[in-house]
């Protein structure tokens, strides 16, 4: 799957966000070894740290699945600028999808850019820092 065919099914899954106090939508497309696609859209609360991000929300739907492996997550919002996952985002997606993942991001006036998780996360904590122990 392309990287535009990807970021439109985020675009679609930004359309189920639930923002009432940021008013910030977020959309993800993760996309499986197998191709399949599973979505997620950030959901706020009126407690902000019950709030979810949607490449969380997209990679635990896929988790419960029973989906392990992940080729690349599209993730875009209504900003001008890019939107990157947050530091937890971050940190779920690499312990629960690869350092090799494909992030693509996308922003209101269509740009993509493209990275590797690991270019994201540098000195990421992971499984092996926990056998170090």
Do not use: W
């Amino acid at each position: 799957m392309k990287n535009k065919e990807l970021l439109e099914k985020a675009k679609e899954a930004k359309k189920k966000s639930y923002a009432p106090y940021s008013n910030f939508h977020v959309g993800a497309a993760l996309l499986t070894g197998e191709g399949k696609v599973y979505f997620g859209s950030n959901i706020e609360n009126a407690s902000y740290s019950l709030t979810i991000c949607a490449e969380r929300t997209a990679v635990f739907n896929a988790v419960l699945e029973g989906e392990r492996k992940f080729k690349a997550i599209a993730i875009t919002s209504d900003s001008k600028d890019f939107t990157a996952p947050c530091g937890a985002c971050r940190q779920v997606l690499l312990e629960l999808c690869g350092e090799d993942l494909k992030v693509i991001l996308g922003n209101s006036e269509g740009e993509i850019r493209e990275f590797k998780l690991a270019e994201l996360l540098p000195f990421s904590f992971n499984k092996k820092a926990l056998n170090e122990v």
